[in-house]
């Protein structure tokens, strides 16, 4: 591959000398063409040349919003400009869904093996969603986790012969919604004594014969959660 140009934005002094190091030692194809401590000194950079890649940290100054912020900027007035994240926020996941919003190309956690030639070179040939390994075990082990909830989930209205409309009773009913307010869902139909029945019904099948007695809304709708028939992070009404 041709050389390329890359601009490294971090604000560890230390740090930012071992990045330059990678470079040279690692990555002979890249021209580390300037580095920047702050988003002043980055956007200076900029009007002298476009690099071909920004490696960007996250934490600027204190600051985990900066970087998000400039990912955005970046990728909106330079287009081919790669953005690859090189950051030590090793925990604030909801900030790498931010920066992978912002149009990221990849994030490198400054863990485990930390920044490569083979990441590097992943986003110069234009793979988007470039990890390194730390962040692709927390990746799987969610994917695993979410797939592993919905079998349990899938299994549970089978078990309990839950159809649309029960499943659809007891979500409302989790997220406090009346009988009466459960009647006027678009779509939904029964009046209120039907979903009386209904409710007794459900009951009958989610628990014990000598669970029964005193089971209200709340306790049931309670009840299908732990059974995995609703999911507490998907719990959403429907249009009314």
Same mark, same amino acid.
């Given at each position: 591959?041709?050389?390329?140009?890359?601009?490294?934005?971090?604000?560890?002094?230390?740090?930012?000398? !071992?990045?330059?190091?990678?470079?040279?030692? #690692?990555?002979?194809?890249?021209?580390?063409?300037?580095?920047?401590?702050?988003?002043?000194?980055?956007?200076?950079? +900029?009007?002298?040349?476009?690099?071909?890649?920004?490696?960007?940290?996250? /934490?600027? /100054?204190?600051? =985990? =919003?900066?970087?998000?912020?400039?990912?955005?900027?970046?990728? *909106?007035? @330079?287009?081919?400009?790669?953005?690859?994240?090189?950051? !030590? #926020?090793?925990?604030?996941?909801?900030?790498?869904?931010?920066? %992978?919003?912002? !149009?990221?190309?990849?994030? &490198?956690?400054?863990?485990?093996?930390?920044? =490569?030639?083979?990441?590097?070179?992943?986003?110069?040939?234009?793979?988007?969603?470039? +990890?390194?390994?730390?962040?692709? $075990?927390? &990746?799987? *082990?969610?994917?695993?986790?979410?797939?592993?909830d919905e079998t349990v989930r899938r299994d549970a209205?089978?078990? +309990?012969? &839950?159809?649309?409309?029960? $499943?659809?009773?007891?979500?409302?009913? *989790?997220?406090? @919604?009346?009988?009466?307010?459960?009647?006027?869902?678009? !779509?939904?139909? +029964?009046?209120?004594?039907?979903?009386?029945?209904?409710?007794?019904?459900?009951?009958?099948?989610?628990?014990?014969?000598?669970?029964?007695?005193?089971?209200?809304?709340?306790?049931?709708?309670?009840?299908?959660?732990?059974?995995?028939?609703?999911? %507490? $992070?998907?719990?959403?009404?429907?249009?009314?």
């Open positions: 591959m041709d050389t390329f140009k890359v601009i490294i934005v971090e604000d560890v002094k230390l740090e930012l000398k !071992g990045t330059e190091q990678i470079f040279r030692s #690692e990555i002979p194809e890249a021209e580390v063409i300037g580095t920047a401590q702050n988003e002043s000194e980055l956007w200076k950079l +900029f009007r002298v040349a476009e690099p071909d890649l920004l490696l960007l940290d996250l /934490g600027l /100054g204190g600051s =985990t =919003t900066v970087g998000v912020d400039i990912c955005r900027q970046v990728r *909106a007035r @330079y287009p081919q400009c790669h953005v690859l994240i090189f950051t !030590g #926020e090793i925990l604030n996941e909801r900030l790498w869904v931010e920066v %992978l919003k912002a !149009g990221a190309d990849g994030i &490198i956690l400054k863990t485990g093996e930390l920044l =490569t030639r083979d990441d590097v070179m992943l986003v110069m040939k234009g793979r988007r969603l470039v +990890f390194n390994q730390p962040i692709l $075990e927390k &990746i799987v *082990a969610r994917f695993t986790k979410s797939v592993m209205i089978i078990n +309990f012969d &839950i159809d649309e409309y029960d $499943e659809r009773f007891l979500r409302h009913l *989790a997220l406090g @919604y009346t009988k009466e307010m459960i009647t006027q869902l678009k !779509g939904m139909p +029964f009046g209120t004594k039907s979903l009386e029945k209904r409710q007794t019904e459900l009951i009958n099948r989610l628990f014990s014969e000598g669970e029964r007695n005193g089971v209200n809304a709340t306790r049931l709708a309670v009840r299908a959660l732990q059974l995995h028939i609703l999911d %507490l $992070e998907s719990l959403q009404p429907d249009d009314e």
